[in-house]
């Protein structure tokens, strides 16, 4: 079953606006909260990640936002460019194991 | 640092044939490396985990006789697809844990395109 869900499938922001993407688990195991950034034709690249000892995690436009006791977290890209436009994976792991992704978010911020 | 690549990044091959794709870690030693497929517009789906020395662990569902994955050596590993069929289609993509990572993040291979006539 599908251990991380995501949400939403796609969305369109204007440029200069913030796209919000969420993830919720269910496995309390899971100790590491990547995002991943792929665009057509290429691998996923390692956007921004986070550990649940902290609540938010900030790296230039994108932030993190986490939640141990809902078991949510949330990616927030701000002032976002036509460059952000992509597909978005949130996934979570707990030490040792794979990578359990989402089912993607497709990102287009229109100028 | 970080660097994975894969080879070849595309390759079309005739039915039955065989294929083999290689993941490297370019700058750093991987304890482990991942195989993941990938279906048009759909997330990735893990085919099968493996270490150094040791025989890869595939997911439920996986062939391990279609897909042969070797992980030789600390920056290589290989999956061969064999006598591959036009279902066989798709992006595969490699991940490899670094040895010093302290959080076992993964990093991504840029992807190989597999089209079977």
Redesign the interface.
């Known amino acids: 079953q599908q251990q991380v869900k995501q949400s939403p499938q796609s969305l369109i922001v204007q440029k200069g606006g913030i796209s919000i993407i969420n993830c919720a688990y269910e496995n309390t195991a899971f100790d590491?909260f990547?995002w991943?950034q792929q665009f057509p034709?290429?691998?996923?690249?390692?956007l921004i990640?986070i550990?649940p000892d902290v609540s938010e995690k900030k790296e230039g436009r994108f932030t993190i936002s986490f939640n141990k006791s809902a078991k949510q977290f949330s990616l927030h890209i701000m002032d976002s460019q036509p460059g952000d436009s992509a597909t978005y994976?949130c996934a979570a792991?707990n030490?040792?194991y794979?990578?359990n992704?989402?089912?993607?978010t497709?990102l287009l911020v229109t100028p | 640092g970080a660097v994975v690549s894969q080879h070849p990044s595309w390759v079309i091959c005739k039915s039955g044939t065989s294929v083999k794709i290689e993941c490297r870690s370019l700058d750093f030693q991987a304890t482990t490396m991942f195989w993941y497929r990938q279906f048009p517009k759909q997330s990735l789906m893990l085919m099968a985990t493996s270490n150094e020395g040791s025989k890869a662990t595939y997911e439920q569902g996986v062939e391990k006789d279609k897909f042969l994955i070797n992980h030789a050596s600390l920056t290589l590993s290989t999956l061969t697809v064999t006598s591959a069929h036009p279902e066989d289609s798709s992006f595969y993509i490699c991940s490899a844990t670094a040895l010093k990572s302290s959080y076992n993040e993964q990093f991504f291979g840029p992807g190989t395109r597999l089209t079977v006539l």
């Open positions: 590491y990547p991943y034709g290429k691998g996923p690249a390692l990640a550990r994976f792991k030490s040792g794979a990578l992704f989402g089912k993607g497709s």
